[in-house]
Nanobody
Framework: QVQLLESGGGLVQAGGSLRLTCAAS????????MGWFRQAPGKERQFVAA????????FYSESTEGRFSISRDNVKNTVYLQMNSLKPDDTGTYFC?????????????????WGQGTQVTVSS
């Protein structure tokens, strides 16, 4: 079992920044790929960013490339999402997810564990 707990969401004006944190507990965090997804009301869950088990290289959606940065600390069992130049379209609930096979993927159903989410609201 893996438990994921997101934090760091909030209300921010357009152009501002937020840093989300995902604290993981349970087995094999250091072997897992980790992803961030978001979901706006009435819309499907959308890929935001992902990172491999031991590589510092992040992968991003077209809409977040260049503005968001994903990183991880395998000693602290934590994944971060630094979000800069936020836009109203970035508003949604942000979820952290774990892929225990170490597969870096944009596909939500390939992640086995999910957190409860943290709300991000960007005002114009």
């Amino acid at each position: 079992q893996v438990q994921l707990l997101e934090s760091g969401g909030g209300l921010v004006q357009a152009g501002g920044s937020l840093r989300l944190t995902c604290a993981a507990s349970g087995r094999d965090f250091e072997l897992s790929a980790m992803g961030w997804f978001r979901q706006a009301p009435g819309k499907e869950r959308q890929f935001v960013a992902a990172i491999g088990a031991s590589s510092p290289v992040g992968f991003y959606s077209e809409s977040t490339e260049g503005r968001f940065s994903i990183s991880r600390d395998n000693v602290k069992n934590t994944v971060y999402l630094q979000m800069n130049s936020l836009k109203p379209d970035d508003t949604g609930t942000y979820f952290c997810a774990a892929q225990l096979d170490g597969i870096v993927t944009e596909t939500a159903h390939q992640y086995q564990y999910w957190g409860q989410g943290t709300q991000v609201t960007v005002s114009s």
